[in-house]
């Protein structure tokens, strides 16, 4: 025998199943009841930053949309700087601008849709830049443990090639998976970042 | 006897510092994912085409992993810890009344304080107020079925509710959920996200539940099976169940608490 550690074991996960929109987005799920909500949209017209839009699809082993998904992103303001007490940079905090925003794919369409700002850079482990990117949370029924990745700017490629997450993917020809495209409509600019749950082109998740 | 500590430090090298076990206090331990459902689990259908099968990449945590959102008592309304009052509108939700409590910790056993925990549940008959839902048991009018609220300062939470239902689902053709109440947590970190469901002491569903059985582990199991706390119950009122949350440990633990409310 020897001494007890004494540690605690994490909570096992389990599926948020099919009507995670009552708990977390409950007037996606067709009623009303929270005074304030949780969205999609993470700015106000005074958000320091470019504005963009990030849309797309979960899509499964098949190619189906999951259009029973929800997602979550978590991201720096604009000068780079995470709305939380342990981001400690000389960066400039934006009022209101928490960061988080959490939103369900359209029931009929699949499709996901935020408004937010393009993120400035943040420092890695060893304080080399990281490129600016999004962090992605996805439940779906079906998912049984919180699937984590991260959205990267297309437009951005110097700074890509550079990045250390994305260089720790051995294998080349999928870090195009964490890179949305970059366009233009009615007078947005959109990004366009789907997650493929399963197959060819499955998107790199993370173990964090 | 004089003894002399040999130095191998050479000119122009950086000052001798003090040994620190941890040069990145705020990451969190690994999480064990042996004691956490595979995202592949045949046993429960849907997560066939919905998992992924490549490897995960494992990422040493950046500040983007070890900060996350942070809520207060602006983001909440005075009755979203009340399901018996939340959505009422002719009367009080049939159903047992239960009070559910609990604390988060972490797996240092250290309170996670002023976290915010969101629950949501189907009715006392197994019907969810929610658009997709068909089962023939009836929608209560009195009851909307999702609340939440904020740990206070020793990581405690409770909220007020009606004992869900079982329900059936299509996964085999005789497939029944055992009650469950689902809990969304978030921690002081992004990588502390969990989602889970917590189960009623004594259910007979528990050991045939497939979505249960996706987790491995007989004891991680039982950890989501919520005692009756008789001592806590509001006599002529309420029973209660006593339900304890364990979020990822952070190595800060290991030595001096360097983030404020961490």
């Known amino acids: 025998m020897t001494q007890a550690l004494g540690y605690l074991k994490e909570t096992a996960s389990q599926t948020a199943g099919p009507y995670v929109h009552i708990g977390l987005i409950p007037h996606m799920a067709g009623f009303d009841i929270f005074q304030n909500n949780f969205g999609n949209v993470l700015v106000g017209a005074q958000t320091k930053g470019e504005h963009i839009v990030i849309e797309g699809r979960v899509l499964d082993g098949t190619g189906t949309p999951v259009r029973d998904a929800l997602l979550e992103i978590w991201q720096a303001n604009a000068a780079g700087r ?35 700002v393009k993120p400035g850079k943040v420092p890695g482990r060893d304080g080399r830049m990281m490129a600016p990117h999004i962090n992605f949370w ?8 919180g699937l984590s990745t991260r959205m990267y700017f ?45 197959g060819d082109n499955e998107t790199v998740f993370f173990d964090i | 006897m004089n003894i002399q500590r040999q130095d191998f430090r050479r000119e122009g090298d950086a000052p001798a510092e003090p040994f620190i076990p941890a040069r990145n206090p705020l990451e969190f331990f690994q999480r064990d994912r042996d004691m956490h459902p595979p995202a592949y689990a045949p046993i429960y259908k849907t997560s066939v085409n919905r998992s992924p099968r490549k490897a995960l990449l494992s990422l040493e945590q950046s500040l983007s992993e070890v900060t996350g959102p942070v809520f207060g008592h602006n983001d909440i309304g005075i009755l979203d810890n009340d399901l018996i009052k939340n959505y009422a509108k002719t009367g009080d939700p049939i159903g047992e009344r239960i009070i559910v409590h609990g604390q988060v910790l972490d797996e240092c056993r250290r309170p996670v304080p002023h976290t915010l925990v969101e629950f949501w549940q189907a009715n006392a008959a197994g019907r969810y107020r929610h658009k997709k839902d068909t089962y023939l048991a009836p929608i209560d009018p009195n009851f909307g079925g999702c609340g939440r609220t904020l740990t206070d300062e020793n990581g405690y939470y409770f909220f007020r509710t009606v004992k869900p239902g079982p329900y059936p689902w299509r996964n085999y053709v005789n497939s029944w959920r055992p009650a469950h109440i689902h809990f969304s947590l978030f921690g002081s970190g992004f990588a ?38 008789i001592n806590a119950a509001v006599p002529h009122d309420c029973l209660t169940y006593r339900f304890d949350i364990v979020l990822r440990g952070r190595r800060s633990t290991l030595f001096e608490n360097r983030l404020e409310g961490n």
């Open chain 2, 192 to 229: 502390q996200r969990l989602i889970t469901q917590m189960y009623f002491e004594g259910d007979p569903l528990i050991k045939i539940c497939p979505i249960v059985h996706t987790i491995p582990d007989e004891e991680a199991i039982n950890r989501l099976v919520a005692p009756l706390d």
């Open chain 1, 154 to 198: 297309a437009d951005e490629a110097e700074a890509n090639t550079a990045d250390p997450i994305l260089n720790a993917i051995e294998q080349e020809v999928r870090r195009g998976t964490l890179v949305a495209q970059r366009s233009s409509r009615g007078g947005k600019t959109v990004y366009t970042f789907d997650i493929v749950l399963q």
């Open chain 1, 82 to 116: 995470y709305n939380h007490p342990a981001d400690r940079q000389n960066k400039p905090l934006d009022d209101g601008f928490r960061g988080w925003g959490r939103t369900g794919a359209e029931f009929d369409t699949g499709l996901y849709r935020f408004e937010t």
């Open chain 1, 138 to 145: 996805v439940v779906a029924r079906g998912i049984n443990i």
